[in-house]
């Protein structure tokens, strides 16, 4: 699968190591989020999870790192930002850390911010592949 500068690199884990994707959302807005682990073709998506950052539930999720391992797939995620408030000049954040212990696996942060003019709605996709 061919990359580009819109598509991050992530460090292929240890053998055997714990892969952790968390989802941060701030600036005190309302956000939800969807995580998906493709195949290495791209296709065929698994959920790795999905939530809110309003409720009590932690926004971290464990990947299955064994057989076929992560190696040349692709992790992909939407999250949606809205201020709970007023729509805009508001403020946002988001971040997405893909981590084996407490170690990011991405080459570069992977983070969004800005102003809000009415909801957001990021995408981004990071590939195992270093």
Known sequence: MATSDLVK?????????DVWV????????WGEYIVRLFDKDGKNPILVGSGNNV????DSFQLDTSDPGL????????????????PNGQLYYARV???EGSTSLST?????????DGAKILMGYAIFSI
Do not use: H
Not at 22 to 29: E, P, R, S
Not at 71 to 86: M, N
Not at 108 to 116: A, H, Q, R, S, V
């Open 9 to 17: 690199q992530l460090k292929i884990p240890s053998i055997g190591g």
């Open 108 to 116: 570069d942060p992977i983070e969004y911010n800005g102003e809000l």
């Open 97 to 99: 850390t893909v981590r």
């Open 71 to 86: 190696k040349g797939r692709l992790l992909g995620w939407v999250i949606t930002i809205a201020s709970p408030e007023k």
């Open 22 to 29: 968390d989802v941060l959302i701030g600036q005190a807005q």
């Open 55 to 58: 409720d009590t539930l932690p």
